[in-house]
């Protein structure tokens, strides 16, 4: 399971979920000692579907991607977690085994807090309850809006919508190194691989993208968003 990483103390941590700023300075410091943050490579599984839930994942650099077999040769991606994202939330308060897997799709540094520990802050500060409260909310309403902008696209316009939230949202930038396979990007959408190899050579040529490799270049982002909104 990953390499065991020096992780900072929760209370300087850079990457300091504002989710934290409502725990008093012993309540953090029961925290800091309830975790421990591990690298993963590219590729490298976090943890397999049915595994026991026993902490809480917590993504402090990197992208991870939750994921669900839903046949021999066939997978589903449910979502991808990125910088500050609490992955799992709602799975610790209803199940005791993960009903999904979740894989590094960069180099990756993840902390895991221990799951009683964790409950254990939350039954005592009510402040903080309400904060997880919002979070599990914001993150389930987050991954229902975007299985609904998919849905409702057609095979460009999801392949746009993508593009435009690696660009927009992840990587802050319209060239980046694209960090899922053609075949990832088919379980993302829910779409043959054959096809979405199509669409982006169809938008490589059209002059939308340009593709070097796993590097991507959106060269022309308005119309990647007008196929994205009319898809």
Do not use: W
Request: glycine residues 4%; proline residues 2%; neutral net charge.
């Amino acid at each position: 399971m990953g390499t065991l990483e020096k992780s900072p103390d929760c209370q300087i941590c850079a990457f300091k979920s504002l989710m934290f700023n409502s725990l008093k300075q012993d309540q953090l410091s029961k925290i800091n000692t309830c975790k421990e943050q591990f690298h993963f490579g590219k590729g490298e599984l976090v943890c397999r579907e049915g595994d026991p839930i026993n902490a809480i994942i917590y993504v402090h650099a990197g992208l991870i991607k939750l994921h669900k077999r839903i046949s021999e040769n066939q997978s589903q991606i449910i979502s991808i977690a990125k910088p500050f994202d609490f992955v799992g939330l709602i799975s610790v308060f209803s199940k005791t085994n993960y009903f999904y897997s979740i894989t590094a799709i960069e180099d990756s540094s993840i902390c895991f807090i221990a799951k009683d520990c964790f409950i254990r802050e939350i039954a005592s500060n009510g402040q903080f309850a309400l904060d997880i409260l919002t979070r599990m909310s914001k993150t389930n309403d987050d991954v229902l809006e975007a299985k609904f902008a998919l849905s409702s696209k057609n095979l460009r316009g999801r392949i746009a919508h993508i593009l435009l939230d690696f660009a927009n949202n992840i990587y802050k930038s319209n060239e980046f190194e694209l960090p899922v396979s053609r075949r990832e990007m088919a379980e993302l959408i829910d779409m043959r691989m054959e096809n979405v190899i199509r669409v982006m050579s169809e938008f490589r040529q059209d002059g939308i993208i340009k593709i070097n490799g796993h590097i991507i270049e959106i060269t022309n982002p308005n119309m990647l968003q007008k196929i994205s909104d009319m898809g």
